[in-house]
T-cell receptor, first 115, second 114 residues
Framework: KAGVTQTPRYLIKTRGQQVTLSCSPISGHRSVSWYQQTPGQGLQFLFEYFSETQRNKGNFPGRFSGRQFSNSRSEMNVSTLELGDSALYLC??????????????FGEGSRLTVL | AQKITQTQPGMFVQEKEAVTLDCTYDTSDPSYGLFWYKQPSSGEMIFLIYQGSYDQQNATEGRYSLNFQKARKSANLVISASQLGDSAMYFCAMRSNTGNQFYFGTGTSLTVIP
């Protein structure tokens, strides 16, 4: 069974540009979450999608957006990039919906550098 | 609100020794799940072990065990017989049944010394 796949793995952008990151969850997983990881802030929750609906959103500005397609693949977009957006963006999927069990399965992440 | 606290930014352990990584949590939810993840320098988060709030026994997975003390709201990870490959960041996390959001601690960097 293929794991969570994220593309691209590395990318470099300049301030003011926008970026789109892609995530393919494990087959059959309908919940996809995104996290931003920085050395100073740890893992911070961005948003969660389930069956193409955003069900939960973290405390990030509106420049951060996402969507989920009918095949559960998800994309996140960051517009008007700032230096502080440099981070590892992790996508995760889970098979278990709204239970206390069921771990998150993570992709290898997309490492974004903003110059 | 849910909160995970990991108070050890960095830890060192001698190869073949055991090490305990601390995790405390705060939640008002009556049921919740506690997880530990390992993150090597490559970046991928690897699931290690799970403990449910209603589980009576501490979870074990190979060399990993979780010391769950519900009254103290702690869920410490114990790694026995440390190996050089255990050098990584370790994150404690929690989820409730109200959604699929996980709450992570700030992590502990573990270095295994030969």
């Amino acid at each position: 069974k293929a794991g969570v796949t994220q593309t691209p793995r590395y990318l470099i952008k300049t301030r003011g540009q926008q970026v789109t990151l892609s995530c393919s969850p494990i087959s059959g997983h309908r919940s996809v979450s995104w996290y931003q990881q920085t050395p100073g802030q740890g893992l911070q929750f961005l948003f969660e999608y389930f069956s193409e609906t955003q069900r939960n959103k973290g405390n990030f500005p509106g420049r951060f957006s996402g969507r989920q397609f009918s095949n559960s693949r998800s994309e996140m977009n960051v517009s008007t990039l700032e230096l502080g957006d440099s981070a590892l963006y992790l996508c995760a999927s889970t098979a278990r919906d709204r239970t206390i069990t069921g771990e998150l399965f993570f992709g290898e992440g997309s490492r974004l550098t903003v110059l | 609100a849910q909160k995970i606290t990991q108070t050890q930014p960095g830890m060192f352990v001698q190869e073949k020794e055991a090490v305990t990584l601390d995790c405390t949590y705060d939640t008002s939810d009556p049921s919740y799940g506690l997880f530990w993840y390992k993150q090597p320098s490559s970046g991928e988060m690897i699931f290690l072990i799970y403990q449910g709030s209603y589980d009576q026994q501490n979870a074990t997975e190979g060399r990993y065990s979780l010391n769950f003390q519900k009254a103290r709201k702690s869920a410490n990870l114990v790694i026995s017989a440390s190996q050089l490959g255990d050098s990584a960041m370790y994150f404690c996390a929690m989820r409730s049944n109200t959604g699929n959001q996980f709450y992570f601690g700030t992590g502990t960097s573990l270095t295994v010394i030969p």
